[in-house]
C-alpha cells in the first residue's frame, strides 16, 4: 500500500535566524500551509548558545543577546499559524519537492508547493585542517566548546589554546577566560585576523589574550588528554617554518577555523552548488536551480550577523510563498562571477532586465581605499562603483543596481 | 589589565564606515584624537581610552526543570574594571525556574546602574 503523501504550500529545512524568518516572511506573503521542520527539540538554532550581546542591531534596533533574538523570532512565528515541528529530521528532499520526514509522528512524506533551504553550517573540524599528533580528549571545535560551556556547565579545561581567529573563537576566548580558563593564546595561520574587529579589541586585548597571526598548530601531543600543543610560524605559501616550533602547555585545543553550509539535502535533491561559498548558485529570488527551492542563511553562505541570515529568510519566504501560489520568474538569466579579489558574490544568477538587484560579497584579503565595481562582461559598462575606506574578508558587504542587467557582469575589487 | 597606554588605536565601531582613529596626548597632556570622519568619533574614543564601557554576559544553572542553564545579560554597559567582580556576584545566582526573558534577578549589581537580566525563558 502506497504511504499516503501529505502537502503543504512552504516547507521550511530548519528553525535558526534565517528558518524563523522565512516561515514568517512565507506567511506574510499569503502562504496557506507553514511547516516548519527543525531536527533539535527546541527551535532557535545556534542563536541559543550564542548568550553574548551583540544580535539585533539591524532587525530589533536594539543589541541583545543570542537567546533573546530567538525567541523574539520564535514568538513572532508562534502568534502565526505555523505548523512547527521540532524533533523532526528532514531525511531526503527530491527535485519534485518531496520531503522525507522522521518526526514525532513517525516517518512520513510531505509534498511542498516550494521550499526553503535554512540548515545552517558546521564547523570545520582538525581532521578537515589535518593537524598531526595523537588523539586525545581536549580538542573540541569552538562552537561545541560554547555548548558545552554555555547550555551543559561543563568546564572544558583549564589552559586552552586556540587555532583560528574566527568570531567563534574570539568569543570563547573570552568566555573562557570569564570562567577562569587560562587561554594561552590565538593562533591565526592568516596575516589578519578572521573574526571581526570589535571581537579582537573586547574578547582578546580586553583580557591580554595574545593573538599570534601567521602561525599555526603542528602538532598536537597527549596520550588520554591534551598535555600540549606545538605551534609554528608559517611561510608566505602557509607552510611551517622549520626552526620555529614552539611547545605550549595545555589541556584544550579550541579550533575555530571556519564554518561549512551543510548541504547534503541540497546534493540529495541535484541542486547546484558554488565552489566559491560551499552553498547554493541562486538568483536574485534566491532561487536554487531546483525550481521552487529556496535558500537562506548559512546553508547559503556564512554570515557574520545574524541579522542579515534573518533578513535573506524574509526574503526567501515570501518568494517561496509566491512560487506556490503559481508566480514564475521570467526565463532567461545573465551569470554574475566573482573577479579580481572578490572571493564571491550573490546572487550568482540574475533574470535578464530586472532593476534594483541587490549583492552580498566578500572580498578575499583586508583592501584599503578601493573601488567595487559592477562591470559587464560584454559591453564593459559599469553597472555600479561604491568606493570603500576599507573592506575585511570578515566583513559581508552589499551593494546595489539600480538599472536593468541584461549582460553577464563580474563583481571586482579595484584599489 | 585594568592599566594601559594613554595611547590607543582602533577602530571605530559606530558606524559602518569604521574610521580608523587614532588617540595620543599632546604637549599638554591633553588627548588627541585622530581619523575621525564624523562628530561621534572623538568622544567615541575618548571613552574607550579612559573608561571603557563594556556589557557582560554569561550563564548561570538553574533548577527546577529540564534545562541546565539560564543565560544573562547586564542590562546597560558597565566600566571594563567591574565585569569580573560583577561576575563574582552573578555566579552567586541560584535561580529557580520559571524564569521570564528579561526577569530581574539582581538590581543595580555592585551599584554600577546596570541590572543582571534574564535573556531567555525557562519554563
Partial sequence: MARPVESCDVAVIGGGPAGLAAALGARRAGAGTVILFERERTLGGILNQCVHDGFGLFLYKETISGPEYAERLIEDVTREPIKVETGAMVLDLTSDRLLRVNSRQGYRLIRAGAVVLAMGCRERTREMIEIPGTRPAGIFTAGSAQNLVNLQNLRIGNEAVILGSGDIGLIMARRLAFEGVAVKGVFEILPWASGLERNVRQCLMDFAIPLELESTVVEIRGRDRVESVVVARVDGALAPVAGSERVIPCDALLLSVGLIPENELSKRAGIELSPLTGGAVVDETLMTSVEGVFSCGNVLHIHDVADWASFEGFAAGERAARFAAGERAASGTVRVSAGPHIKYALPQLVTAGKAGVEWSFRVTRPMRNVRIELKGRTSGTVYARRKFARLFPSELQKVRVREAIKEDIEVGCHE | ?123
Avoid at chain 2, 528579561?102 to 537580566?117: E, H, N, P, S, W
Fill in chain 2, 1 to 123: 589589565m585594568s592599566e594601559r597606554a594613554l595611547v590607543d588605536r582602533m577602530t571605530c565601531v559606530l558606524c559602518p564606515v569604521g574610521c580608523e582613529l587614532e588617540v595620543g596626548k599632546d604637549a599638554a597632556g591633553e588627548l588627541q584624537v585622530k581619523g575621525h570622519q564624523c562628530d561621534k568619533g572623538l568622544p567615541f574614543a575618548v571613552e574607550e581610552v579612559l573608561h571603557p564601557m563594556r556589557n557582560l554576559a554569561t550563564s548561570v544553572p538553574i533548577r527546577g526543570t529540564a534545562a541546565r542553564m539560564v543565560s544573562v545579560r547586564l542590562s546597560r554597559p558597565v566600566p571594563r574594571e567591574m565585569l569580573f567582580p560583577i561576575l563574582k556576584e552573578i555566579a552567586k545566582l541560584r535561580p529557580e525556574a520559571p524564569v521570564r526573558r528579561g526577569q530581574l534577578l539582581i538590581a543595580d549589581v555592585l551599584g554600577t546602574g546596570a541590572d543582571v537580566i534574564a535573556t531567555r525563558t525557562v519554563a
